[in-house]
């Protein structure tokens, strides 16, 4: 071929697998982000479990031929119950079990990235395992974070800088109940007493054979990037924190990554819109409270019946969706609502225990607030909407979270008692009047609206993979080894 005839230079197509880990809050990340980088014209191998990967959203049809779902068995283990791949099958307290098939993936996937040779693997904090087999194999590897940044820098987890920025120089639950000595700026992300508490009863090893602490500092330390769903725009100053933090490897942000609203497909799906949608048609503008707490949080009977009776007080319009789970966070007992809760609230009020779609939900003009367990999944899904805040965290990093939107200006967070985090219906229907109604709370109004402007730019979304997929192909293996 002559120089004449000579094509310009391409960038060489990457091959790159995901593993994500088994929960639907993880999972849909991972999933948006090999779609944008499938995009771009590389090749995903996205790998899970049978049921769970028959459970994802469809992919776009021009998306197909670039992303394959590589379905590995879920060993069976003791304890979990058949069927279960992912923590939405089952009770909290047997999720250390679910890690535990999670840990028996490690030989069927050293095998697939041995046979598969992919540039890449996109990996969670889960497989502890993992880095050693990708280093042998000659495969780069990127731990990607769903978390925001905020948690990251008040859990530096898997850093080598000084003793300054030691996790273990905080031995106390009141510790954790300021922010860190190494955050340099002003910020309230610090966690309450009671969630303190909460994180030092967990901290030690579980029924997995090994604590997530140790899980997250085997993944940092033997990762060559860490990369982060979210962006300079809304965490600008804890992203530059971060990378200071981790000053050993790139600390990647790849924007927050909102779900496409494509959830069509199946018709028993479409129906069941079709019935929300009647009713929210019905609603004025922006006066309808939603209300969803994930799909891994139970509330204990006194928590969910002061929400409810706060719901009722404040008169508000409200679509609650409350999937019936395999089990409660707080234990194994069912909860139930205040008794003649659906009569009085007839006609205004909507308790759903099937599956709701989420995302049609916020985007109906009718809904006007967000009543969230601050999930950096079902926040990111409330900014694309511009949706305003209420402010109801349950586990470790959704109270970090809490304190981090309060700062934005874009929610508030429901009151509690500091010693064991208990609320009152009163303190319920305040915040949501305050954020919903009142004229002081139009200030998270507009600034949850002003979310939905950065989160709705596709051009600065593309900006950041395309850094991302730069960065990718420069830094890949050229060689890759065998396991033998």
């Known amino acids: 071929m002559n120089a004449m005839t000579e094509r310009p230079h391409e960038p060489q197509k990457l091959h790159i697998a995901m593993f994500p880990w088994l929960a639907f809050g993880h999972m849909i990340p991972f999933l948006e982000l090999g779609k944008l980088i499938a995009q771009k014209g590389h090749r995903i191998s996205f790998i899970s479990t049978p049921r769970n990967i028959e459970r994802l959203p469809k992919i776009p049809p021009d998306l197909s031929l670039l992303i394959t779902f590589v379905k590995l068995p879920l060993p069976h283990v003791e304890n979990l119950p058949e069927n279960a791949e992912a923590t939405m099958d089952v ?22 990235l041995e046979t598969s040779a992919p540039d890449w693997i996109i990996h969670d904090f889960a497989p502890h395992w993992l880095p050693p087999i990708a280093t042998k194999l000659g495969i780069s590897r990127a731990f990607f974070s769903i978390f925001s940044a905020s948690t990251w820098c008040f859990f530096p987890i898997g850093t080598r800088t000084s003793d300054a920025h030691d996790p273990s120089t905080r031995t106390e639950p009141e510790h954790f109940t300021v922010p860190p000595k190494w955050v340099p700026f002003p910020t309230k992300v610090a966690h309450r007493l009671f969630e303190a508490k ?17 899980r997250v500092e085997m993944v940092v330390s033997g990762t060559e990037a860490m990369v982060v769903k979210t962006s300079m725009e809304v965490e600008g100053k804890w992203l530059k924190l971060l990378g200071e933090l981790h000053d050993y490897i790139p600390v990647i942000p790849v924007g927050l990554l909102p779900p496409s609203t494509q959830e069509r497909g199946d018709s028993n799906k479409d129906s069941t ?16 409270v939603y209300i969803a707490l994930g799909s891994e949080i139970r509330p204990n009977q006194q928590d969910f019946t002061e929400l409810a009776l706060g719901l009722e007080q404040s008169g508000f319009p409200f679509f609650w969706a409350l999937r019936k789970q395999s089990g409660s966070v707080f234990g194994e007992d069912s909860v139930e609502l205040p008794e003649g809760f659906e009569e009085r609230t007839e006609g205004r009020g909507i308790v759903w225990t099937d599956w709701a779609p989420q995302l049609r939900i916020l985007a109906h003009e009718s809904v006007g607030g967000f009543l969230t367990h601050c999930g950096w999944g ?47 219906s009163d303190s319920v229907a305040q915040t949501l009047k305050l954020v919903m109604k009142d004229e002081e709370g139009k200030i998270y109004r507009d600034k949850a609206k002003e979310m939905a402007t950065i989160i709705g730019d ?21 060689n890759k080894g065998t396991l033998n």
């Open 91 to 112: 009770p909290f307290h047997i999720i250390p079990y679910l890690k535990k098939a999670h840990d028996g993936l490690q030989e069927p996937l050293s095998h697939l």
């Open 198 to 214: 909460k994180i030092f009863d967990n901290r030690g090893d579980n029924a997995s054979g090994v604590s997530d602490w140790f």
């Open 273 to 288: 819109w079709d019935m929300i949608v009647e009713w929210l048609d019905k609603q004025e503008k922006g006066s309808v």
């Open 378 to 424: 079902s926040v990111t899904e409330a900014f694309q909407f511009g949706r305003a805040l209420i402010l109801l965290p349950f586990l470790s990093d959704q109270g970090l979270n809490a304190r981090f939107l309060e700062e934005r200006q874009v929610g508030v967070e429901v009151p509690r008692n500091e010693e064991d985090g208990s609320f009152t």
């Open 458 to 478: 596709k051009n600065l979304q593309s900006k950041y993979i395309d850094k991302f997929v730069h960065f990718l192909g420069n830094h890949r293996h050229v």
